[in-house]
């Protein structure tokens, strides 16, 4: 007999067999944390453009200065990055086939999104301090 005969097992069973993967439930809290998260701070930094329209280079890096916006600014980087990376590791992990093409994609998804994040830390630090 073949091995798909002697496994009696509903589809249900073969699939609850693997077990649990461990990091579905934490990534899935953490994508919503900083979905909540981006809520206030979206709005708060898209009401601080909304403000600034028009306004020249200068007047914008006072403001961006302030310490309540630019550590709004900051923090909604850091969410919106951390979002960006789960929400792109679990389309990788659930739709990339080939685990060397997974592991791949995985590796450049963690890089690029903490390249990205640092470039725009960067470019928050730089504008409103001025460092």
């Not at 067999?17 to 990091?23: D, F, L, Q, T, V």
């Not at 979905?35 to 200068?58: H, N, Q, R, S």
Request: glycine fraction near 10%; include cysteine.
């Amino acid at each position: 007999m073949s091995a798909a005969k002697k496994d009696m097992r509903t589809p249900l069973g073969r699939v609850l067999a693997h077990g649990s993967a461990k990091s579905g439930t934490g990534d899935h809290i953490r994508q919503r944390i900083t979905a909540v998260a981006m809520v206030p701070l979206a709005l708060f930094f898209t009401g601080f453009l909304v403000a600034l329209t028009g306004a020249d280079y200068e007047t914008a890096r006072s403001w961006l200065g302030n310490p309540l916006v630019s550590i709004a600014a900051l923090l909604l980087v850091v969410a919106a990055i951390m979002h960006m990376r789960i929400g792109m590791q679990i389309v990788i992990e659930d739709y990339v086939t080939g685990a060397l093409l997974r592991s791949i994609a995985l590796i450049a998804n963690f890089f690029f999104a903490y390249a990205v994040g640092l470039a725009c830390l960067y470019a928050v630090v730089k504008i409103g301090f001025g460092v």
